[in-house]
């Protein structure tokens, strides 16, 4: 069982920017793929940011590519999310979630939500034009 705790949102104006942090639970945190997922009011879940468990491989959506960075710490049992230039269109409650990879390549990323076994519950981000 993996418990995740999300942390850094709140309410920045157009332009600003956020660093989200995500502490993990596990001992073994250094064997999960970590995602960002975020999901606005009245619209589903959908995919940000993922990270291999190695932290060489990265993918982004098209939505925020060039302007948000995910990395992760493994000594410390976290994975971030920076958050760039934000826009008005970023307003949601941001996940952060842990994919077990089960005996896949360290290269290995997602961005697939059913693909992920553990979730946090959420921070707010909210962004002021």
């Known amino acids: 069982q993996v418990q995740l705790v999300e942390s850094g949102g709140g309410l920045v104006q157009a332009g600003g920017s956020l660093r989200l942090s995500c502490a993990a639970s596990a001992r073994t945190f250094s064997t999960y793929t970590m995602g960002w997922f975020r999901q606005a009011p009245g619209k589903e879940r959908e995919f940000v940011a993922t990270?291999?468990?190695?932290?060489?491989?990265?993918i982004y959506a098209d939505s925020v590519k060039g302007r948000f960075t995910i990395s992760r710490d493994n000594a410390k049992n976290t994975v971030y999310l920076q958050m760039n230039s934000l826009k008005p269109e970023d307003t949601a409650v941001y996940y952060c979630?842990?994919?077990?990879?089960?005996?896949?390549?360290?290269?290995?990323?997602?961005?697939?939500?059913?693909?992920?076994?553990?979730w946090g519950q959420g921070t707010q981000v909210t962004v002021s034009s």
């Open positions: 990270i291999s468990r190695s932290g060489i491989s990265t």
């Open positions: 979630a842990a994919d077990p990879t089960r005996g896949r390549s360290g290269f290995y990323t997602s961005d697939l939500p059913n693909t992920y076994d553990y």
